[in-house]
């Protein structure tokens, strides 16, 4: 447990994860996302970043993966890096980190190195293709994770090419939400047990796993294993996207009979004139129908039509559309910290509400403070080239 001053501004915050240490070796992509999870709930999470250039992606005032966290410069490198990681470790209950197998170790802060100064340490390893497997030493990226796991060839038409999506389905659902899962399953383990241990956290096993319903239905029959044929991937007219008349397009999800019978009916539609839809032979009638009336009307026509029924019909709005809904607002799901819209923590918590303590994290910008509040003087010293 943590013993930092009450001023200190990762104590105190409320979270459900306060006084929980969590240590994050610097990497792109899923890791730092978990660790941002962490942070929002409350932990004090410390990103372990190496002297030199910032690793790809938002310049670090932007980059709000990083929120919620405090930054120390250490390089793995020198003699004095890997004890330093070793010593954090020590005091910490959780580390991530995202190299390929191996690497870890060869720096001298692997899982065995870091739990034999920590035994009830929980040491999370987010890697694409996992730890062991054909697949684990090579590079990959969310898309061929989610290629392999058998969740890309689900996504688009079934008249085109498999939809990229972006790369939430993988790094984000597939990898930190699995990620996270396990290091905080495993914590409760160690703080019964006294023992730490490693929680491999494989994007392709994450990806692979929340496609467990539909491995249910292809077994019962209920699920065809081609794209855009089904009842949940856009091959029902009546689940999926409509372009209306101004270009934009309006979602469907009108699966229940009563839902779709409103639906209908506000589209404009004789229910009793229509084809039954239960019967995927009516689906391609069903579909030209609906989209000659989305067509006759803008989207924020449609939406206006919609709006406050049980039709289950809404707008695709962009990111920034998304920051005004009224809906949204009027819950918070969106905040502004340091003139950058940003969503707010998530989920809600009744007694523990987690908060936005910290901006992005500039790398070294704590060093100095982790290093006392952590008890570590002397080991946390800047590195010559840092800035």
């Not at 009744?350 to 100095?368: C, I, K, N």
Request: proline share 10%.
């Amino acid at each position: 447990m943590s013993h930092d001053p009450p001023d200190h501004p990762c104590r105190g915050s409320g979270g459900p994860l306060d006084g929980v240490r969590v240590v994050e070796l610097a990497g792109i992509g899923p890791g730092p996302f978990a660790a941002m999870l962490l942070g929002d709930l409350g932990a004090d999470v410390v990103r372990v970043d190496r002297p030199g250039p910032a690793p790809l992606g938002a310049a670090p005032a932007y980059d709000v993966t990083n929120r919620n966290k405090r930054s120390v410069l250490v390089d793995l490198k020198s003699p004095e890096g890997p004890e330093a990681v070793r010593a954090l470790a020590a005091r910490a209950e959780i580390l991530v980190e995202g190299y390929r197998p191996g690497v870890a170790e060869r720096l001298g802060v692997g899982p065995e190195e870091c739990m034999a100064a920590n035994p009830a340490l929980v040491y999370g390893r987010m890697t694409g293709w996992g730890q062991r497997g054909p697949l684990a030493p090579l590079a990959g990226h969310d898309i061929g994770y989610i290629a392999t796991a058998g969740a890309l060839s689900m996504v688009g038409a079934a008249d085109g090419p498999p939809a990229v999506p972006a790369n939430l389905l993988g790094d984000y659902a597939g990898g930190s939400l699995y990620l996270t899962t396990g290091v905080l399953a495993a914590l409760l383990t160690a703080r019964a047990t006294g023992r730490g241990q490693v929680v491999d956290a494989a994007i392709v096993d994450g990806t692979a796993h929340l496609t467990s319903l539909f491995w249910g239905m292809l077994a019962d029959g209920a699920w065809q294993d081609v794209r855009g044929r089904n009842l949940l991937d856009g091959g029902c007219p009546y689940y999926g996207v409509y372009e209306t008349g101004d270009g934009g397009w309006m979602a469907v999800g009108a699966l229940e009979p009563r839902f779709y019978a409103t639906f209908v009916a506000l589209l404009g539609l004789d229910g009793d004139d229509l084809p039954e839809r239960t019967d995927p032979r009516n689906w391609p009638e069903l579909r030209a129908r609906f989209t000659a009336r989305f067509k006759t009307a803008s989207r924020d026509a449609w939406t206006a039509v919609f709006e406050g029924t049980d039709a289950c019909v809404a707008p695709v709005l962009s990111l920034r559309e998304a920051a005004g809904h009224p809906h949204l607002t009027e819950r918070g799901t969106y905040t502004e910290r340091d003139g950058v819209t940003q969503p707010a923590p998530a989920p809600r918590f009744s007694a523990t509400p987690a908060t936005l303590r910290l901006p992005p994290a500039a790398p070294g910008a704590h060093t100095a403070d982790v290093a006392r509040d952590w008890g570590l003087p002397g080991l946390l010293d800047l590195p010559k080239d840092s800035p």
